[in-house]
């Protein structure tokens, strides 16, 4: 069989594939998307990749084969059939797996080999020792995946969760990131924005062809979730901020295909009987347990952006009625019987001893007021800054400090725009007695946040790890001489570190007794050689009255 050697050899660094050489133009098919897996369990693991054909008949017979990494036997060997129906994507979800165990993995097609990848199940009963990355937003014109690459070549890392925003769907000259310095070098395609169903597989695909994004599928199993922008911009359950119906069709037909095109090109398993319930759950041995949330298409009320409800100079009592409508206890992020699987999923996991407990969650949980950035800067700093920006930049600094005046929230797109459903949510994380640490994405900053049942006084009900995105702009870039970050961590109770300029990733490593998180940033997303520095690392440490706060970590490196 034929392969690149090189990009086998490359993503996992092995040395002893056995005697391969690269795919020709006179064969019938090409990987040119690389492989994947997810969604491990202790007995299980799915594997993918996608057939590219060259012309050819509809369906495709492909081979697939996973071994043991120690090459001890309990090898399985399949085949099967793709074709244009799920865009010549393959998913095999291999079963009767041995707990714990490391696995190599590859297909061939037509006497063509894929690149090699590694994976493996859940580990079952004791464990020393859980080391997850978790990343999100990687709009790809805006930048290279260096984080991506960064994950890739960590010495270790169990699994990957993605938090969402695995693609964007905007396109075309002027849109978001094309004024980036290397968008001519990667615009997007199609170079429109995503609509029908061969929209959402071509920008799959070619997101899929990054080489770092490949190599990081190619390290460890992914678990994922999408956010937004695997459909459209802010979505909810009836329509999404960025889907116009009058000149864009119906929310569902494109909230369909958008979905459709998520299952084939993602490692992830999918709902029985289909849908958009991907919440899950995963196990770590006795160390950890991982729930993956949906909070967008499964329930999500319509957001209630105060730019749209409140008048353009709004007065303390149009706040207040405005607050009312968000306070509503019949807004919703999760429908009922998501909440129900999910307090029965951590009790159960407390009942059984294990001592952390890590919830995947789209968007920012943290309580964040606006911060009057104005109050951390001398005058004369202020008005410097205010006389260099450009008009759009000078604008939203004004509408910031309007916000932070009428003590309004950061993001109505976030927990903080549904405030009762939040609580029920800690209302569960309590009556489970869970130590939870909450990982979260959207944002485009990092976050090191302390969450509280109340805005003041209450109790500490978890803590929270908020990644930056892989290459999406961060709210501080219109203004980076603005202390915002510095600005967030003074002004709001909940929030230790904030960064809202640097792009990465999250490895948070969890031993039975401490919980550490790093907040990695690259150098660089316009450059292809960067290097990695941890911006802040925290530490959660256990005892008998259950998880502390977050304690800061000094020294540490990348």
């Known amino acids: ?68 990494v120690d090459r001890k036997g309990g090898g399985k060997r399949g085949s099967g059939v793709t074709g244009a129906d799920r865009d010549f994507t393959v998913k095999v979800d291999v079963v009767n797996l041995e707990p714990g165990r490391a696995y190599q993995f590859q297909f061939d097609c037509e006497g063509v080999a894929s690149p090699i990848g590694r994976t493996a199940t859940l580990p079952d009963g004791a464990v020393k020792d859980v080391v997850l990355a978790a990343c999100t937003c990687a709009l790809y014109p805006n930048g290279y995946f260096n984080a991506y690459g960064a994950i890739a070549r960590l010495p270790r890392v169990d699994a990957v969760i993605h938090l969402g925003d695995y693609i964007y769907e ?80 119906d929310w569902n037909v494109r909230k369909a295909a958008a979905i459709k095109a998520y299952y084939e090109w993602m490692p992830i398993r999918e709902p029985q009987g289909g849908g958009f319930a991907i919440y899950r759950s995963f196990d770590f041995g006795d160390v950890a347990s991982l729930f993956m949330l949906e909070t967008r ?141 909450v990982v979260s994405g959207d944002s485009h900053a990092f976050w090191a946040n302390e969450l509280w049942t109340a805005e003041t006084g209450g109790k500490r009900v978890a803590v929270e790890f908020g990644t930056a995105g892989v290459t999406s702009p961060g709210p501080g870039e219109a203004y980076p001489q603005v202390p915002l970050g510095e600005a967030f961590a003074k002004y709001n109770r909940e929030v230790l570190f904030n960064q809202q300029t640097a792009k990465g990733f999250m490895l948070l490593t969890l031993t039975p007794t401490v919980a550490t998180g790093e907040l990695i940033a690259v150098s660089s997303i316009k450059d292809k050689g960067y290097a990695t520095r941890v911006l802040a690392a925290y530490r959660v440490t256990q005892s008998r009255d259950g998880m502390s706060g977050l304690k800061p970590l000094e020294g540490r490196s990348a």
């Open 297 to 437: 298409l499964t329930a999500r009320d319509h957001q209630l952006y105060p730019e749209q409800e409140l008048p353009p100079q709004p007065t303390a009592r149009d706040v207040a009625v405005w607050r009312e409508k968000l306070d509503n206890p019949a807004r919703k992020m999760m429908a009922p019987a998501q909440e129900a699987w999910l307090g029965r999923e951590m009790a159960a996991s407390v009942k059984s001893g294990v001592p952390w407990q890590v919830l995947g969650n789209q968007v920012v949980m943290a309580r964040l007021f606006t911060p009057p950035v104005r109050r951390y800067m001398t005058p004369e700093a202020y008005q410097a800054v205010r006389a260099e920006l450009p008009k759009p930049a000078l604008e939203r600094l004004r509408k910031l400090e309007q916000n932070a005046a009428l003590g309004l929230p950061w993001g109505a797109d976030m927990w903080d725009g549904y405030p009762a459903d939040r609580q029920r949510l800690y209302a569960l994380i309590e009556k489970a007695r869970a130590n939870m640490i």
């Open 170 to 249: 905007y396109g075309g000259p002027g849109s978001y990131g094309m004024d980036s310095p290397v968008a001519n070098e990667r615009p997007h395609d199609p170079g429109h924005e995503c609509i029908s169903l061969a929209d959402y597989r071509r920008r799959h695909a070619q997101y899929k062809t990054d080489p770092q994004l490949q190599a990081a599928h190619a390290r460890a199993p992914w678990i994922c979730v999408w956010d937004d922008h695997e459909t459209a911009n802010d979505s909810w359950i009836g329509g999404a901020e960025n889907h116009q119906p009058a000149t864009e069709g």
């Open 1 to 68: 069989m034929r392969v690149d050697r090189r990009k086998a050899l490359a993503l996992l660094g092995l040395g002893a594939a056995s005697s391969p050489r690269a795919a020709n133009a006179r064969d019938k098919v090409s990987f040119q998307h690389g492989v994947a897996s997810g969604d491990p369990l202790q007995d299980r693991v799915l594997i993918w990749t996608r057939i590219t054909p060259r012309g050819g008949p509809d369906t495709i017979r492909y081979n697939w084969r996973l071994d043991p």
